[in-house]
């Protein structure tokens, strides 16, 4: 896969590492000359110029990327950027960089944001995923306002220990999509049981999140 990053700071170097390593082909865009640091990425193709500006897209060329990451410092950059690939280059999904949480609002398919990552928020909600049992903790928004990935840890007098996923009556719009259980993560089966102490992950649109609080933590 072809992953576009815009901004090559400390950012965008580290996803093009983690990247690189899992075998994509990577192309790291930046405007500053102090930013380009060929040694510190080497596998990767790196592009002194503009991501705002389309010309720099052309000889990026933007076309040919499966996936466009904006993680610029700049929070008008990274939308300027995600517009473009997505609007004039096609682009299948584009990841956005949220630096300031009073502009998450705008990180949306209005854009040509698929994903929204915001640093702010995702450590707060880490925060209280740590330290909340029984609780939902959104993790992360995909199309925002659609969907959200949502974790929570199933509290010990949870009426749903013992239950068969496939025996519960989920809200609509929601899918349980990971447990982690002693250290390992599982694909949950309808014949899986939820026990007490279980991280549950759900993707789930927002409207359905206090149903879905509701439902696991009902007594």
């Given at each position: 896969?072809?992953?576009?990053?815009?901004?090559?700071?400390?950012?965008?170097?580290?996803?093009?590492?983690?990247?690189?390593?899992?075998?994509?082909?990577?192309?790291?865009?930046?405007?500053?000359?102090?930013?380009?640091?060929?040694?510190?990425?080497?596998?990767?193709?790196?592009?002194?110029?503009?991501?705002?500006?389309?010309?720099?897209?052309?000889?990026?060329?933007?076309?040919?990327?499966?996936?466009?990451?904006?993680?610029?410092?700049?929070?008008?950059?990274?939308?300027?950027?995600?517009?473009?690939?997505?609007?004039?280059?096609?682009?299948?999904?584009?990841?956005?960089?949220?630096?300031?949480?009073?502009?998450?609002?705008?990180?949306?398919?209005?854009?040509?944001?698929?994903?929204?990552?915001?640093?702010?928020?995702?450590?707060?909600?880490?925060?209280?995923?740590?330290?909340?049992?029984?609780?939902?903790?959104?993790?992360?928004?995909?199309r925002q306002g659609e969907a959200n990935l949502v974790e929570l840890t199933l509290p010990e007098d949870a009426p749903l220990g013992g239950e068969r996923v496939g025996s519960v009556a989920w809200p609509r719009d929601t899918a349980l999509v990971a447990i982690l259980r002693e250290g390992r993560v599982l694909v949950p089966s309808a014949d899986d049981t939820?026990?007490?102490?279980?991280?549950?992950?759900?993707?789930?649109?927002?409207?359905?999140?206090?149903?879905?609080?509701?439902?696991?933590?009902?007594?």
């Amino acid at each position: 896969m072809r992953v576009a990053i815009a901004g090559a700071g400390a950012v965008g170097r580290s996803i093009a590492q983690e990247l690189l390593e899992n075998g994509h082909e990577i192309l790291l865009i930046d405007k500053s000359p102090k930013a380009i640091k060929v040694e510190m990425v080497p596998r990767a193709e790196w592009l002194l110029a503009d991501a705002c500006e389309i010309a720099s897209l052309d000889d990026a060329a933007l076309e040919r990327c499966q996936v466009v990451v904006a993680s610029t410092g700049d929070d008008k950059a990274n939308l300027v950027v995600s517009l473009l690939a997505k609007t004039e280059y096609g682009v299948p999904r584009v990841v956005a960089r949220i630096n300031h949480p009073k502009n998450e609002w705008l990180f949306n398919e209005s854009w040509g944001v698929d994903v929204a990552v915001s640093t702010p928020r995702l450590l707060s909600a880490l925060v209280e995923e740590a330290v909340s049992v029984g609780d939902l903790v959104r993790l992360m928004t995909f199309r925002q306002g659609e969907a959200n990935l949502v974790e929570l840890t199933l509290p010990e007098d949870a009426p749903l220990g013992g239950e068969r996923v496939g025996s519960v009556a989920w809200p609509r719009d929601t899918a349980l999509v990971a447990i982690l259980r002693e250290g390992r993560v599982l694909v949950p089966s309808a014949d899986d049981t939820l026990e007490p102490g279980d991280e549950l992950l759900f993707v789930a649109s927002q409207d359905v999140e206090d149903e879905l609080a509701e439902l696991l933590n009902s007594r």
